[in-house]
């Protein structure tokens, strides 16, 4: 039913909250220099979820409860800044939610009729600078990136949309939480070639093309996501959702 | 090709979808073996010698934290460490035990982390199988085959940039029937830092990639910082005992070549292995190596480690003091305290004939000017005249109580423009050289002021404007 009312509101305009991102390609970090993915046109959420909007997709779905839900699907931490099932510090209202597992974050997304943006989506979308899609050679891009990787996590997150907005319209791609993706796990497709024995050539190729600062940072969100399985929660680590647009073209 | 590489390296980075290593021996059924949780130290201690004669199960738990702390006077910078301090923790284990290690990343870590101890064998140090997300911990066991001292450090991609920020330590597998006694044991490891800013440029400086690729750092330390050797807890001995340095160098690139002005390495343990090597100035420490250095102090005075690639201890701060107490030993060594002679440099580079002083941020009022003084004094004056400003008798002018200081300007123009040949202060006769330090204008009225009103003397402020006027163009 949700989906439905989602796809005839797609036929008009973005659904509130979504803005789409068009289209493009995009060079995934194990790709040759000239090697690209076309990533197809979706829609993307504006800002991440905020701890209030996941309490009304708690109340309305108990399972999803601290006290309630599977830990095979969500680790000890889940929902541990709350203070109660539906409870949390008022100030964090606006704040993105954090310390949610990815199937979750995934449920809380297929009960809106969304679902979760692909790997390729996300980087495709997080490329963008405020006044281009491509701002990755922008100077002070990496260097805004770079900085916030550097930081330990605040103890309390600020609002959404405190950082910047892109050129979609889209808030806090980076500074703010790292998000889940669909596909967090996927590049470790074409790891099953590694010998015993390899331990020189992981560290040494670890530098691999980083005279390119994007790469770089790009490096250490790769790194991040292949840190996490689908249970773990964690203090800095929300999400935002996805649509496909409606004529159903898939990435 | 390249793709190849890199396929292998994610998959190496992947914990949850790697096999764990094997180690060549499988581990002794659990009970086996009495068990002990590993004493962890903090640099420049070093854990107590193994007194055991049996091999043990060793338990190891190691928490990674990133945390904003100094780098040098003024400066901070964000360090990831093992342990909360850079260098890591010291761990210690003899050779045959069994260690079940305990990586521990801390909640509120921005990013994953790992280890690589090269005393391990099997694939990767350790490190796939210690890949670890914030807020999780990792365990893996292994079998500690070789003695030696070996480096440990994260392996996380970017690997060169979580070794640039603090990720490396130390791992002694002492041999069975341990090293040869001494009196005191020390733990010194040096590394490089890079910076967006320049060398001493104050605040919170963030990681340049450019200049970690050039190789080019702006800071090269011992034990994490500038000064973290022997600076505020300076270390003593006696004269007669005998010292071992546990000597590491985490890089991420440069190659030590590690001295210590004023003495001779007895017994060299190069590498960090079993080869000894007798009556040696210099070691080479690799980085990611290490070097086991004994020495038996004879004479009183202050010992000084370096990296005797000169420039990166009197510029960027490879200095570490290790001070002597005791009956002078003239037989052994006579004269005057030659050993801080080297010293006459500070960090600030020594004026080029026509290049143009630096400027830095206005001070607006006197309080500011001896704020920022202050850090000044300790970047460039502290190595000569003193955290008190005593000087060195004889040798280096005292700045507290100086009846040479006869006017504002006077302590002016030495900063400025230099000094040399013989001066009287407060009866005591000195003919040294002191260098045009290139300091701006504001930081030099800065530092003037601040020796104005520290230890007891009276008072003052100068303005940029004063100095200005003094310089000598």
Known sequence: MLVLTAMLLLTLAPPPGMVKVSGGSYAPLYAREDDRIAVGPFLLDRYAVTNEQFREFVRAHPEWRRSKVKRVFADVRYLGHWTGDLDFDPALAKSPVTHVSWFAARAYARSLGKRLPTQAEWELAGSASEKRADGTLEPGFSRRILDWYARPTRPALPPVGSTYRNYYGVYDMHGLVWEWVDDFQTTMVGGESRGGGDGDLFCGAAAADARDRSDYARFMRYAFRSSLKARYTLANLGFRCALDLPSGKKP | ?473
Request: hydrophobic share 35%.
């Open chain 2, 1 to 473: 090709m390249k793709r190849t590489i890199t396929a292998l390296l994610l998959s190496s980075l992947l914990a949850g979808c790697s096999s764990p290593p094997t180690p060549s021996a499988s581990p002794s059924p659990a009970g086996a073996l009495p068990e002990e949780v590993a004493v962890l130290t903090s640099a420049p201690e070093v854990p107590p010698p193994i007194t055991r004669k049996h091999s043990a199960k060793v338990s190891v738990k190691l928490e990674v934290s990133e945390v904003e702390s100094e780098l040098a006077p003024g400066v901070t910078y964000t360090f990831w460490t093992f342990g909360g301090e850079v260098p890591g923790k010291f761990i210690r284990i003899r050779e045959g035990d069994e260690v079940e290690f305990h990586l521990q990343n801390r909640p509120d870590s921005k990013m994953p982390h790992n280890i690589d101890l090269h005393a391990v064998t099997g694939p990767g140090g350790g490190a796939a199988a210690s890949f670890t997300a914030p807020g999780h911990e990792s365990v893996f066991s292994f079998k500690a085959l070789n003695p030696g001292l070996y480096v440990y450090h994260c392996a996380t991609a970017p690997v060169g940039m979580h070794i640039a920020n603090g990720m490396y330590g130390l791992i002694l597998v002492e041999p069975v029937g341990g090293l040869p006694k001494v009196d005191r044991e020390f733990y010194v490891m040096q590394s490089e830092f890079y910076t967006e800013g320049a060398h001493g440029e104050p605040g919170l400086q963030p990681f340049s990639m450019e200049k970690a690729l050039d190789e080019n750092p702006d800071y090269v330390v011992f034990n994490g910082k500038v000064d973290g050797f022997g600076g505020d807890q300076a270390q003593v001995v006696k004269v007669g005992e005998t010292v071992r340095l546990y000597v590491g160098n985490g890089g991420p690139n440069l190659v030590s070549s590690f001295h210590v002005i004023g003495e001779i390495f007895d017994t060299v343990y190069i590498e960090g292995g079993t080869t000894k090597n007798k009556h040696v100035q210099s070691t080479l420490v690799p980085a990611g190596g290490s070097a086991i250095v004994d020495f038996k102090v004879e004479a009183p005075g202050t010992l000084v480690l370096v990296d005797h690639s000169i420039f990166r201890a009197f510029n960027k701060g490879a200095l570490g003091k290790l001070k002597v107490e005791g009956p002078e030993n003239p037989l052994v060594y006579s004269g005057k305290q030659a050993d801080v002679v080297y010293m006459a440099e500070g960090s600030t580079i020594q004026r080029i004939p026509g290049s143009r002083a630096p400027v830095g941020k206005p001070t607006a009022n006197k309080e500011e000017r001896i704020a920022r003084g202050e850090i000044v004094y300790k970047r460039n004056c502290v190595a000569c005249h003193g955290q008190e400003g005593k000087g060195v008798p004889k040798v280096f002018p005292p700045l507290a109580g100086s009846d040479f200081l006869t006017s504002p300007e006077v302590a002016v123009s030495a900063v400025v423009n230099g000094l040399s040949g013989e001066i009287k202060v407060n009866g005591e006769t000195y003919n040294n050289v002191m260098p045009n330090l290139q300091l701006s204008d504001e930081d030099a009225a800065s530092v003037v002021t601040f020796v104005l009103n520290s230890w007891g003397n009276k008072g003052g402020d100068v303005s940029p404007k004063t100095i200005a006027r003094v310089r000598v163009k």
